[in-house]
């Protein structure tokens, strides 16, 4: 059967006739797909894999269009590299730092945005905010007013950066459109472009977003993802670390801390995440089994595990991190 007709959820083209392929829905009539009605209405996640192909396709006709960009980006998760989707495209793009309320509040937003502005990557503006929140929600709207060239003004990033719930909050907070975008924990979310009417002056366009294979979200359990991403202010955990100690996260990450001076490595991950150490790391082999990269560090940085955090490590000295293979890690200076 032709039909033209999309989830009103993710954006897929709505079809009744394979259950097991994307788009199913039992009644045409209906404005959501199953999987949408499903991650709505019972917390049911169903992972669909997407290719980056198809998002970089977006992305080009994207660029051919004149229209202002915002770039929404986890705080939490910044990607290795913010220039990747700015060098894609042309277009006027505001950065978005979104998920500000996970950080501690002890951290202030201009030394997250002067540490961006350090970068040196063009922007017309970088913002702060937090969707979950409501902060600096109205002041965005007032830039993307000041800033857009036409109705339309699209919202790309990495996937789960919070771009869905960010329209939501603005279809809420100044429209009377009653449409409502999927939003779960889990990447790939948002399976194609979505069309969003906040009123006569301005459109926004929703994107399914990049997908980092080397996030530790897609290499866990469902389970395991909702447990790792935070849903409210992140405690910071620092434990004091001489040489010969190390850190379990989880069943999922150890950190041996090889050599170097005394040393304080402060963990910012969500609060649920079990973290262990052992004070001496020849009596353990727990994890062992798994991928070892090791470090140096340098003064004053950040070991960021992608998809779960980071941990601030105040002194130079040699580690060893263990996991996944799948799973990136790279390390940057300070962030906090
Ligand atoms: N703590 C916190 N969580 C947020 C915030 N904004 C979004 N989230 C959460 O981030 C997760 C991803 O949100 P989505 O809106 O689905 O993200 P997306 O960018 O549309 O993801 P895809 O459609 O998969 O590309 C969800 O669990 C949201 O609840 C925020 O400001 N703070
Ligand atoms: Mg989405």
Do not use: W
Not at 192 to 203: A, E, G, M
Not at 213 to 238: A, D
């Amino acid at each position: 059967m032709d039909n033209e007709k999309k989830c009103q959820g993710c954006g897929v083209l709505l079809q009744d006739e394979n259950v097991l392929q994307e788009g199913y829905t039992s009644s045409l009539e209906n404005d959501l797909c199953q999987r949408c009605f499903r991650m709505k209405n019972y917390g049911e996640y169903q992972v669909v894999t997407k290719s980056n192909e198809e998002y970089l396709d977006i992305l080009k006709e994207v660029g051919k269009t004149k229209d202002l960009v915002l770039y929404i980006t986890d705080l939490l998760n910044l990607e290795k590299n913010i220039e990747e989707i700015r060098n894609l495209i042309p277009n006027k793009m505001i950065l978005v730092l979104n998920k500000m309320d996970v950080l501690p509040k002890s951290v202030k937003e201009e030394k997250i945005k002067a540490y961006f502005e350090k970068e040196n990557v063009h922007f017309e503006e970088i913002i702060v905010i937090s969707t979950a929140k409501n902060y600096n929600i109205d002041y965005l709207l007032k830039r993307i007013k000041y800033f857009q060239t036409s109705k339309n003004v699209y919202v790309v990033g990495h996937t789960n950066a919070g771009k869905s719930s960010l329209i939501n909050k603005l279809i809420k907070n100044y429209s009377n459109n009653t449409q409502e975008l999927t939003m779960s924990p889990l990447p790939s979310t948002t399976l194609s472009t979505i069309n969003i009417d906040i009123n006569d002056y301005l459109t926004l366009i929703d994107t399914p977003g990049l997908v980092d294979t080397g996030s530790i979200l897609n290499h866990v359990e469902p389970k395991m993802v909702k447990k790792i991403s935070p849903k409210t202010e992140i405690k910071p955990r620092t434990y004091q670390l001489k040489k010969n100690q190390s850190i379990l996260i989880e069943k999922l990450i150890r950190i041996d801390y090889v050599e170097g001076e005394k040393n304080s490595f402060t963990l910012y991950v969500s609060n649920d995440v079990k973290v262990k150490r052992l004070l001496n790391l020849f009596h353990n082999n727990e994890l062992k089994e798994k991928t070892k990269i090791s470090y140096q560090m340098k003064y004053d940085e950040d070991l960021v595990i992608n998809g779960l955090g980071f941990i601030k490590i105040v002194n130079k000295g040699t580690i060893d991190v263990y996991l996944d293979s799948g799973v990136d890690t790279y390390t940057r200076r300070s962030l906090i």
